[in-house]
């Protein structure tokens, strides 16, 4: 079907106006950013304005050609990024209206946009949505036309763009499918090539940063994966000796230490290569590079040969909170890419000299996370697993000069990069990961927040600091629900649910928060953001925003909490270490509390003379003779609103959740129980437990005043390993 002869293919609905030529849209004349999947969805509602469209509907015609297998969360995801876009509330829909189990019905009006000259446009209304059926029905047809039209524009324009350089960011799926190389039911991460290409090695499990999944190896394409662990550890980053014999994976320890071990390809018990090694790769035959803990947190990457001999240096972050957790060579062995964190969260990926001899500069999207990186063969391309705002996706740079390019779009993330010897294909682990906060209490489980990606401060991997998300008596829950992508670890807008009503509303409109504590009398929040640096700011504003936020601290700084005065404490930073600070409720100028450097502060203790100091998994209170008491190790520690409660969390590490919390019941005022000397190590030396919680499928863990109700993070990922062509990005 063609245009009809004066049809430009722009319609306009309120504020927006939407170029199905172009795939653009408009807001009062400013472009609005949206991806290919949700301007697809966009379309096809256009197609049947005030009709539903269902979701089988959406998925033939924008996922018909996908390999992808859980299409209910692609939907949801790609529709959740329309609504941002048109800034449309889906319990108050203006546009695009949900149909529960069935679909979605575009709900405002439309005009089309017709060219009246080639200086001047006019909109011609469309009927409201209550004129009659045949009225609409023209219009149907209309825009079917349209739509057609465009998608064979859209064809047309990618096929010619094969045979040139690619100058813009194009699905590669448009182009050709992915192959899929693993169908695991949980998921596949962490991919890495022998040197010849023939096989794969991969961690099975849905975990991308570190994870208990076993240690696999596959021939490609087609052979059975084959398990070459079967133990209980937390495993990282695997990768081939350059005989393609042995495979290296890293192990994290209890205290969170890192550690290389090794496993033959053809199967065999694992032993481990070299302690406080992690992400170990090598380089040649003789030698390895892999990153190593310095002191407390601070870790960098260095090279030397399987028995450590000849070890130097050759990155170390500047902040002594800095983390350089991967480590790519490039082909000529000049170059290094590196990605790396520091206490926020995971920082842009870096390229250095691989001679030590300076620091470099960062490669790959500004100011995203980056986790992942590689090389092409010939070294003139380097490619990135980074979240620029829209999640996780492939990025390319040409090296030594460029401008970064994404690869991938759409409502799946792609993380891990594992580049083919012939530069031909790029193995990723891609899928789909939604993150719910639920409550626990007398009548079950069940959950709070709706769409979106929700975190809640507690105790687990990733989490800010384990403040206390319920309100002092216990009727209300604050959560943070993310629209938008952070370099936090967690972040999104602050949420609140009276849980007697089950009502939700956003406490603070439009301000990504990435950790958050609430005043004891529920008066006001304080809170830290972060900056368009990635630097971190504490604020302090009214529940109620009778006035405005008040920054706490100039410098920067984070961890922001309350004290049982209404004082408040925050980490803030000097130089290259961070030092608590306080201000309390009638001070206008915060005020230094301790001389020594803190690593991670985790909250003041009821009585507000005691710090928890939550770090590596081995929390330690200071008091104020500055002592240091420790608590427990392998664990994580909070005390409850109000400090009737000490709960503890003994787990490994890992994004998935699981171990065991415990609430301990304080008597007679004390702030802690009696205590072995080095703090405890399981549960079972406990003694006194008030409720014991299973924390199986539980990312993170938070207490409310009653032992009884708790809320938590539920996360639900499905990933497995596909293989893009790159010989058509080009």
């Not at 297998?69 to 876009?85: P, Q």
């Not at 803190?598 to 590596?616: Q, R, T």
Request: aromatic share 8%.
């Amino acid at each position: 079907m063609q245009h009809p002869p004066n049809s430009t293919g722009r319609f306009r609905t309120g504020e927006f106006e939407v170029d199905l030529r172009s795939g653009e849209l408009w807001r009062n004349g400013e472009k609005i950013k949206l991806q290919q999947r949700p301007f697809q969805i966009l379309a096809a509602l256009l197609e049947k304005p005030g009709e539903v469209v269902t979701r089988e509907d959406i998925q033939q015609k924008v996922w018909a050609t996908e390999t992808f297998v859980d299409f209910e969360h692609s939907i949801n995801t790609a529709v959740k990024k329309l609504r941002e876009a048109l800034d449309d509330d889906p319990e108050n829909p203006t546009y695009i209206q949900t149909l529960p189990r069935r679909g979605y019905r575009f709900v405002a009006p439309v005009g089309e946009v017709i060219a009246k000259s080639s200086q001047d446009d006019i909109e011609a209304p469309t009927p409201a949505l209550t004129h009659d059926v045949s009225d609409r029905n023209s219009r149907k047809r209309l825009l079917a036309g349209v739509i057609v039209g465009v998608l064979a524009t859209l064809v047309v324009a990618i096929f010619l763009d094969l045979s040139r350089t690619h100058a813009g960011p194009i699905q590669p799926a448009l182009r050709h499918p992915w192959m899929q190389v693993t169908h695991f039911a949980d998921g596949a991460t962490s991919p890495a090539l022998s040197p010849d290409g023939r096989m794969i090695v991969f961690i099975q499990g849905p975990e991308t940063f570190i994870s208990r999944g076993q240690i696999y190896v596959k021939i490609l394409p087609d052979g059975a994966p084959v398990q070459l662990t079967h133990d209980e550890t937390l495993k990282m980053a695997p990768a081939f000796s350059t005989d393609g014999s042995r495979i290296a994976y890293t192990v994290t320890v209890p205290g969170f230490g890192w550690d290389t071990w090794e496993v033959p390809v053809l199967g065999g018990e694992p032993h481990e290569l070299l302690p406080n090694a992690a992400a170990l790769t090598w380089t040649d035959a003789q030698h390895v590079m892999f990153s190593e803990t310095k002191t407390g947190m601070h870790m960098g990457i260095v090279t030397a040969t399987e028995s450590r001999v000849g070890e130097r240096d050759i990155y170390l972050p500047a902040s002594g909170y800095g983390m350089a957790h991967r480590s790519w060579l490039s082909p000529d062995g000049r170059w290094i890419l590196i990605s790396e964190m520091d206490a926020t969260g995971w920082r842009p990926c870096r390229v250095l000299p691989s001679d030590g001899s300076g620091g470099g500069e960062t490669a790959g999207p500004k100011a995203a996370r980056c986790t992942y990186a590689g090389w092409s063969p010939d070294g003139k391309t380097m490619y990135f697993s980074a979240d620029a705002g829209d999640g996780y996706h492939i990025w390319r740079e040409p090296f030594p000069q460029g401008i970064p390019d994404q690869l991938t779009f759409g409502p799946t993330e792609e993380e891990g990069i594992a580049i083919s010897p012939d530069g031909r294909n790029l193995i990723t682990s891609a899928g789909i990961r939604e993150s719910t906060v639920w409550l626990h209490d007398e009548t079950g489980d069940r959950p709070l927040s709706g769409e979106g990606f929700a975190t809640i401060p507690g105790l687990g991997f990733g989490s800010m600091n384990a403040h206390s998300a319920f309100s002092a008596d216990g009727t209300k829950l604050y959560y943070l629900l993310r629209k938008q992508g952070s370099r936090a670890y967690q972040s999104g807008e602050l949420w609140m649910t009276d849980l007697r009503s089950g009502s939700a509303q956003v406490v603070l409109p439009g301000v990504s928060i990435i950790e958050f504590d609430i005043e004891p009398n529920g008066h006001r929040i304080a809170y830290s953001t972060l900056d368009a640096d990635g630097n971190s700011h504490a604020w302090i504003t009214p529940v109620d925003r009778s006035t405005p936020p008040k920054l706490i601290i100039q410098s920067p700084a984070r961890q922001a909490c309350f004290g049982p005065q209404g004082e408040v404490y925050v980490l803030a930073r000097e130089a290259d270490r961070e030092f608590v600070y306080s201000i309390g409720p009638t001070q206008s100028v915060a005020r230094k509390v301790n001389s020594k450097p803190v690593a991670n502060f985790g909250g003041i203790s009821p009585h507000g003379d005691l710090w928890m100091l939550n770090f590596n998994q081995a929390p330690d209170v200071a008091t104020p003779d500055g002592s240091i008491i420790p608590v427990c190790r392998s664990c994580g520690s909070t005390w409850s609103a109000g400090g009737k409660y000490l709960y503890l969390r003994f787990r490994g590490s890992g994004e998935m959740g699981g171990g065991e919390a415990i609430a301990i019941e304080l008597t007679h005022g004390k702030q802690l129980p009696d205590l072995p000397r080095s703090g405890y190590s399981s549960v079972q030396e406990v003694k006194g437990v008030a409720a014991k919680i299973d924390m199986a499928g539980k990312t993170i863990f938070a207490p409310s005043p009653d032992p009884s109700v708790y809320a938590y993070v539920k996360a639900t990922v499905q990933r497995n390993l596909f293989s893009i062509p790159l010989e058509l990005q080009r």
